[in-house]
């Protein structure tokens, strides 16, 4: 059994390498939100609360992306260290993922949502599934655009139904 300083470690360890070595790709994070977030799910789960799902499959997808390019010491080392080899951990934060993301109602989940489909192609595209990440993109793009719908309707009935008054 791992304990929870070393998932800690290589928790952290996996977001600092997405963030600070494949973000900068298509930056679908802004690190300084994402690192607030994280480290409230920490303390959350430290603390015993419930999880926010959309945020832990978020996490989940940055862990999938990472896991993709790792340096070939942090490779050695986290294979080492948890006794699995790389390709096979991205494919199992990427089930994780799929399965948590599945449970999602359409709608749900706001700008996570669309960060952890967006995610998803960019995992698809790395291991050279192409339609499938034409796929998750097509999603992803649904989503935030609902989203912004959402967030126009939101605007316009704060201003008064959109009418105007003089």
């Known amino acids: 059994m791992i304990c929870h300083d070393a998932i800690l470690m290589w928790l952290d360890s996996l977001v600092q390498n997405y963030l600070y070595s494949l973000n900068y790709r298509y930056y679908p994070i802004y690190p300084p939100t994402f690192l607030d977030e994280y480290s409230q799910w920490w303390n959350d789960r430290i603390a015993g609360r419930q999880l926010s799902p959309e945020f832990t499959c978020l996490l989940l997808r ?20 948890l006794a699995e080899n790389a390709q096979n951990l ?9 399965k948590l993301s599945s449970s999602f109602s359409p709608g749900q989940g706001g700008l996570a949502q669309v960060q952890q489909l967006f995610l998803t192609a960019t ?19 649904k989503v935030a655009q609902e989203l912004c719908k959402w967030y126009l309707m939101l605007e316009i009935s704060s201003m008064g139904g959109g009418r105007r008054t003089n």
Do not use: N, P
């Open 62 to 81: 940055v862990c999938a992306c990472s896991s993709q390019s790792l340096t070939s010491t942090m490779q050695q080392h986290l294979e080492f260290e």
């Open 90 to 98: 991205t494919e199992r934060f990427h089930r994780a993922a799929e």
């Open 123 to 141: 995992w698809y595209k790395s291991e050279g599934l192409i339609v499938e990440g034409w796929h998750a993109l097509s999603a992803s793009i």
